[in-house]
């Protein structure tokens, strides 16, 4: 059982009709994860909308039977606040990936019982939950454009880009190696370009973190990746070989 008052700090339950977050919090489990630990594997039926109360977890698609190990294609991260399982919370089909805590992880799980109820209660409520929907399928199309049609630069200087449109940091806390499952490319990659903006002073790498300085530089480069100068690109590499081995990820690999 939640409390009223831990659902009313959420950006998805704030404003909801106060009889219908009392029959959410009464039905409410919160499930505590230990990192490596996951909440819900592809296949399994989990019919639920989980929201993560502290820490973070990844949804990524697990690597083909006898694939490399690591393999993992990751499609989303999760932080405080966040709602998901919107997908198949009221289909007749199983998840199609893995959801795993990237550190130690509260989360908040609502069946879905108890929101076809609630949902036909309050139409505020049901209104976040399409606007959430609409906002991953918005994301995932531009993955998808990004994996298809741009080069690492343009995909890297576009994931910052938006990282920092959006003032979250909840990617910028994975591993180097989920990152760059997400961006489609090799962790290797991912240091020589992130590097590369370092030289161009678009960000900056310090104890482990990645703090964006330009994002208006990275959005130029998203949008023409073709234009790389030789110098920069010369003085990434020597950089490369410091920042590899740290990563520039707050959570350990």
Same mark, same amino acid.
């Given at each position: 059982?939640?409390?009223?008052?831990? +659902? #009313?700090r959420? &950006? /998805?339950?704030?404003?909801?009709?106060? $009889?219908? %977050?009392?029959?959410?919090?009464? !039905?409410?489990?919160?499930?505590?994860?230990?990192?490596?630990?996951?909440?819900?594997?592809?296949?399994?039926?989990?019919?639920?909308?989980?929201?993560?109360?502290?820490?973070?977890?990844?949804?990524?698609?697990?690597?083909?039977?006898?694939?490399?190990?690591?393999?993992?294609?990751?499609?989303?991260?999760?932080?405080?606040?966040?709602?998901?399982?919107?997908?198949?919370?009221?289909?007749?089909?199983?998840?199609?990936?893995?959801?795993?805590?990237?550190?130690?992880?509260?989360?908040?799980?609502?069946?879905?019982?108890?929101?076809?109820?609630? +949902? #036909?209660?309050? &139409? /505020?409520?049901?209104?976040?939950?399409? $606007?959430? %929907?609409?906002?991953r399928l918005? !994301?995932?199309?531009r993955?998808?454009?990004?994996?298809?049609?741009?080069?690492?630069?343009q995909?890297?200087?576009?994931?910052?880009?938006?990282?920092?449109?959006?003032?979250?940091?909840?990617?910028?806390?994975?591993?180097?190696?989920?990152?760059a499952?997400k961006?489609?490319?090799?962790?290797?990659?991912?240091?020589?370009?992130?590097?590369?903006?370092?030289?161009?002073?678009?960000?900056?790498?310090?104890?482990?973190?990645?703090f964006?300085?330009?994002?208006?530089?990275?959005?130029?480069?998203?949008?023409?990746?073709?234009?790389?100068?030789?110098?920069?690109?010369?003085?990434?590499?020597?950089?490369?070989?410091?920042?590899?081995?740290?990563?520039?990820?707050?959570?350990?690999?």
């Amino acid at each position: 059982m939640a409390e009223v008052v831990m +659902l #009313e700090r959420l &950006p /998805l339950f704030r404003g909801v009709d106060a $009889r219908v %977050l009392d029959a959410i919090a009464i !039905a409410a489990k919160s499930r505590r994860l230990q990192k490596g630990e996951f909440l819900f594997r592809r296949g399994e039926f989990r019919r639920s909308l989980f929201v993560v109360l502290e820490g973070l977890v990844k949804l990524a698609l697990p690597a083909a039977p006898g694939g490399l190990k690591g393999s993992e294609r990751a499609i989303e991260a999760f932080g405080p606040g966040t709602a998901f399982g919107e997908d198949v919370l009221f289909a007749d089909s199983p998840q199609i990936a893995d959801c795993q805590a990237m550190m130690r992880t509260t989360v908040l799980c609502i069946d879905s019982t108890v929101l076809w109820d609630t +949902l #036909e209660r309050d &139409p /505020l409520l049901s209104a976040r939950l399409l $606007r959430n %929907l609409s906002g991953r399928l918005h !994301a995932l199309m531009r993955d998808i454009e990004a994996t298809s049609l741009h080069n690492a630069l343009q995909r890297v200087a576009g994931f910052l880009r938006d990282e920092a449109r959006a003032g979250r940091r909840t990617w910028l806390a994975c591993t180097q190696r989920v990152i760059a499952s997400k961006l489609g490319i090799t962790p290797e990659t991912l240091s020589r370009v992130v590097s590369r903006f370092c030289a161009e002073n678009l960000v900056r790498l310090e104890r482990g973190k990645i703090f964006l300085l330009d994002a208006e530089g990275l959005g130029r480069l998203a949008d023409d990746g073709s234009r790389a100068d030789a110098p920069a690109v010369a003085h990434a590499a020597t950089v490369a070989a410091s920042t590899v081995a740290a990563g520039f990820s707050p959570v350990s690999r």
